[in-house]
């Protein structure tokens, strides 16, 4: 390992020290904050780290590996990429401001090289696993142009090791045979509130260890190792493995002469030992109680260079919180930040003049011509983009499945068999995965056609044993399912990952996830990650509401339409009948695999510009279905949001609106009102999410000055007079359909369910929250006497 080498890297993480402490100094303290809210940053959490991200990215890293950086570390990233030249000063000095550098790394919002967007909630870490299983099914596709392997890796506080979803994540990947994943953990021992408890390293390599990963530990650098083998180094190392986290944090705060007042008195020996301490001052017996293994390039180097083989690997890196800073090793320096004589002294102990703060080789002893030569040979600092591409694949049409009575649940199997039946470059992209729940959401028929995918060959061993089954669970790397087990953060962070292919691994994908719609509470902050990521998918979750009446409440879901409404990037749809879910399908892949970089803020409907993930909303009650032809308009309106199954007259005295699967009950209230010779129209809603959408878009074009502004709702309701009651109904939550009402003023009642569900027949369950057939009747005939 050349020395040379070393002593670049060196001078450039130390670089990065400095821009990483001054960028979060200049927001906080520099920068005009005129109303006075903390900006924030993480000075110390960022120097635990600097080491190992510049070990990384100065030394190791190659264009096709991808990083999830630990959030807390996003300054010193930053700074990476500034000396890189692929962040600019602006961005630099705008941290945390408007327009500037983010917080945590973000795929969406940075502008510099982030790979995976991160937050301090462990699903950056648990990201990189299901990556990694995406870039072996992609490799294992006859279809797939091969590229060079790229290491999945994460980088891990300590801390953020109290997150379930990692645990949930570590057995999926010792089930499906987690290849080319690193997890380097900033072992710390500190987190938000204090320092961690004693024992846990071995904890975290039991753990690691039962997985079958393979577990190297970075506790000494090479100036301790050094030490150790001078007289008396035993005695040292000995001290070190028994000191508590808590007296280590502590007396790197205090300094040398702690440290030497602390080794006196403890191993002090007036021997070979006393030497080791007296050859150095109480500057350098502080850097060498610093040297640990996270800390040393070096030592990053050898470790991260010695790793050949594609077994998962974790690193366990020893590191103090604030290394290098005034801040290093105090309890209470995760949110603090240094002062202005700190960040002063800092700056002299760098050689950084004033004036020259922001300057990329300012006061570092190799040249500024050394350095940019080697920063242009480092094999990461490809002038190539490494966010890759993949064709859109071409929609086959919407698949219709009869009109004979379903349910949406039912209709949603037999498109995806039908698309399953084509040897079409739509079916051979779509991916399909499901947390233990394939049958029961109808996966069984795609699966029965397209296998599981496996790394190898796996018989089905009922079918070898000639036990009849209606599953034939054949596992080949051809498979196109990916079978998971019951943890719903793991399916979408595996649908973040697939959705993110052509991105991350230049081949396109079409992920479809199926899990029970009551249970994607369950997985909602991998949900929003996703899609915070703008990933691509299609998410299907059935039954819903309570019309899954003998499970109780349970399984029955109330409140996930308006997840639907609130999740941005998830266009959000409810269809009753199966003609209107076919179009929904075939128009979401396209949507799913629109471009988005366009700029989807100049558009009147944002996201159908810049494209997104659909959610569908779907039931296991069976309907009748009504038999028509589904025109292009029809079809455009269906997608748009909302249809006039019973168009209005002049003398419309109401309007049903419904959504989902209450269909049946708001055509029968229809009927009923109508035989007393009232005129009552039927508004079919498809997806209040996409109403509302354009609605609000609606309003603020006006606002800006569009006076002609209008939406799709609004042009619908013109046409029901002023007078007309409105009743809302949803086997949801009311609020999903309550705002119509606002929309042009007309009188309405919205009905729906508010409260946990109970058990029974649906026509119990109906009657006892106020969403039958007489219910809607009821109350549309209550408004009639407030005619204005």
Not at 52 to 57: F, Q
Not at 122 to 143: E, N
Request: a negative charge; proline letters at 4%.
């Amino acid at each position: 390992m050349s020395t040379e080498r070393i002593a670049l890297i060196e001078a450039l993480a130390g670089k990065a020290l400095w821009l990483s402490n001054w960028m979060i100094h200049h927001a906080n303290h520099l920068r005009p904050n005129p109303d006075g809210v903390k900006v924030g940053g993480h000075q110390a959490s960022s120097a635990s780290m600097t080491a190992i991200l510049s070990a990384l990215y100065f030394g190791i890293l190659k264009p096709e590996d991808r990083v999830a950086v630990k959030p807390h570390a996003a300054p010193v990233f930053h700074a990476i990429q500034y000396l890189f030249g692929k962040q600019s000063l602006d961005k630099l000095k705008a941290f945390r401001g408007y327009g500037g550098a983010q917080s945590y790394p973000s795929r969406t919002k940075d502008t510099d090289d982030v790979d995976i967007s991160t937050g301090s909630v462990g699903l950056g870490v648990a990201f990189t696993a299901f990556a990694s299983m995406i870039q072996d099914y992609v490799r294992a596709k006859p279809w797939a142009k091969q590229r060079a392997e790229g290491r999945m890796i994460a980088l891990v506080g300590d801390a953020e090791l109290d997150e379930g979803n990692v645990y949930e994540c570590l057995l999926e990947g010792w089930k499906h045979s987690l290849r080319n994943t690193w997890w380097i953990i900033d072992y710390n021992r500190q987190s938000l509130d204090g320092v961690v408890r004693e024992g846990l390293y071995d904890r975290i390599e039991a753990i690691f260890r039962a997985f079958e990963w393979n577990v190297v530990t970075l506790k000494y650098g090479a100036k301790q190792r050094r030490a150790f083998a001078d007289p008396g180094g035993e005695r040292l190392r000995d001290w070190i493995d028994a000191c508590p986290n808590g007296l280590y944090s502590a007396l790197m705060f205090r300094g040398g002469a702690a440290w030497r007042e602390r080794l006196t008195d403890e191993i002090g020996d007036q021997g070979p030992v006393t030497a080791l301490l007296e050859r150095r001052t109480d500057a350098e017996l502080a850097e060498l109680m610093a040297n640990l293994g996270g800390h040393c390039i070096e030592s990053l180097l050898e470790q991260f260079e010695g790793q050949t083989t594609d077994k998962p690997t974790v690193f366990i890196a020893y590191t103090v919180k604030g290394w290098g800073t005034p801040l290093a090793g105090h309890k209470d320096n995760h949110a603090g930040q240094m002062t202005g004589a700190q960040i002063d002294s800092l700056k002299a102990s760098m050689r950084v003049r004033d004036g020259h703060e922001w300057e990329r080789f300012e006061g570092l002893k190799p040249s500024e011509r050394e350095l940019q030569a080697f920063l242009d040979k480092v094999p990461f600092n490809t002038t190539k983009s490494r966010r890759l591409s993949s064709p859109a694949v071409p929609a086959l049409g919407p698949q219709f499945v009869g009109p004979s009575a379903t349910s949406t649940q039912t209709a949603f199997g037999k498109v995806l068999d039908a698309i399953a039946k084509t040897d079409s470059e739509l079916a051979r992209r779509i991916v399909t995965t499901s947390p233990d729940v394939t049958v029961s959401t109808n996966l069984g028929t795609w699966v029965n056609r397209r296998h599981l995918f496996a790394n190898r060959e796996m018989a089905d061993i009922f079918q070898k044993e000639r036990i009849p089954s209606a599953q034939k669970w054949q596992f080949t790397p051809d498979g196109q399912h990916i079978e998971l087990g019951i943890a719903e953060m793991n399916l979408f962070l595996l649908l973040g990952a697939a959705g993110l292919s052509h991105s991350l691994f230049g081949e396109r994908l079409l992920p479809i996830g199926t899990l029970y719609d009551p249970f994607i509470a369950r997985g909602l902050d991998a949900l929003n990650y996703a899609c915070y990521q703008d990933a691509r998918f299609l998410l299907v979750a059935t039954p819903s509401g309570v019309s899954l009446a003998g499970e109780g409440g349970a399984h029955q879901s109330v409140g996930t339409p308006l997840i639907g409404m609130a999740q941005d990037g998830l266009a959000s749809f409810e269809p009753a009948f199966a003609d209107e879910l076919s179009v929904i399908i075939d128009w979401g892949f396209d949507y799913m695999q629109r471009d988005g970089s366009d700029r989807a803020d100049l558009a009147d409907w944002p996201r159908d510009v810049s494209g997104g993930s659909v959610y569908l909303r779907l039931s296991t009650r069976a309907i009748e279905q009504p038999p028509r032809e589904v025109t292009p308009g029809l079809a455009s309106d269906i997608i748009r949001g909302a249809y006039w199954l019973v168009p209005p007259t002049p003398n419309c005295e109401a309007v049903i609106a419904y959504q989902g699967v209450l269909a049946s009950e708001a055509i029968t209230a229809a009927g009923m009102i109508g035989g007393e010779r009232r005129n009552v129209a039927v508004l079919a809603v498809t997806s209040a999410d996409r109403l509302n959408a354009g609605w609000h878009g609606a309003q603020r074009a006006r606002l800006h000055g569009d006076r002609d502004a209008t939406c799709h709702i609004e042009t619908l309701l013109a046409d029901a007079p002023d007078t007309a009651a409105l009743v809302t109904a949803i086997d949801g939550h009311p609020a999903t359909l309550g705002w119509l009402g606002s929309v042009r003023g007309h009188r309405a009642i919205t009905l729906g369910v508010e409260h946990f569900g109970q058990t029974g027949t649906v026509t119990d369950l109906y009657r006892h929250f106020g969403i039958d057939a007489a219910a809607i009747a009821n109350a549309a005939q209550s408004l009639f006497g407030g005619r204005r």
